[in-house]
């Protein structure tokens, strides 16, 4: 009977030993996974995590500069969609009438007629016209100066004049000596600025535009 007390003592011991070692193995991996978590994440994470998720997203704001149109200013009625072309780009072509193309507008040059029944002319005689021009050039710089080469020589020249005797244009053909194109500018002036001419007719006696040609000669005399 002491024999048997005596063994189960001895178990009870045992196995209570065996309970301890077995709690503590367990304790000791706990307190193990507990240092490994908190090595490797940082104190209060999980609070960061939940307080980076519920916040709200910050709204970018993008400055855009506002221009005050100044007194005067009308807006566009039909502003372009694209105001800049993508690099690259061709426009489509753009018709804009059917058929042929219209013609050029006609200039005063379109209506000139060159052998009038009745030629444009300037007073009585062309001998008014050289002395309209002498009155103009003589004792002028040029002049003088074409006195002190002693140059003379002679001056074509043509006119273009319209339906109401009025000089238009001033054509230079030819110049003798090439020291007479000195006086082109002052010439120029003086027949566009000049009174106007009996313009020329045609057989049913209205004005038309026509051409004068005629020789100024340069005497120094």
Known sequence: ????????????????????EKNSDVQDSKNQNKIHLNKSQPKNAVSKMELKSKSKPKKITQFIPQVVPGPGYLPDPYPDPCPIDPPGYISEPVITCVGPP???????RDSIVNF???????????????????????NSYEWN??????IEGKIYIRLLIDVKGKVREVNFLKFSEKEL??????????????????AAKDENGAAVVSEFTFPLRIELN
Request: hydrophobic content about 45%; proline content about 7%.
């Open 145 to 150: 100066y074409l006195r002190e080469l002693g």
């Open 181 to 198: 194109e000195i006086l082109k500018p002052r010439l120029i002036t003086a027949l566009l600025t000049m009174p106007n001419w009996n």
């Open 116 to 138: 009038p029944t009745i030629q444009a002319s300037y007073g009585i005689s062309i001998d008014e016209l050289l002395k309209y021009i002498d009155n103009k050039i003589k």
């Open 102 to 108: 219209d013609p050029l507008p006609k200039t005063i």
């Open 1 to 20: 009977m002491r024999h048997i007390f005596f063994y189960l003592l001895v178990g009870f011991f045992f196995f209570s030993s065996c309970r301890e």
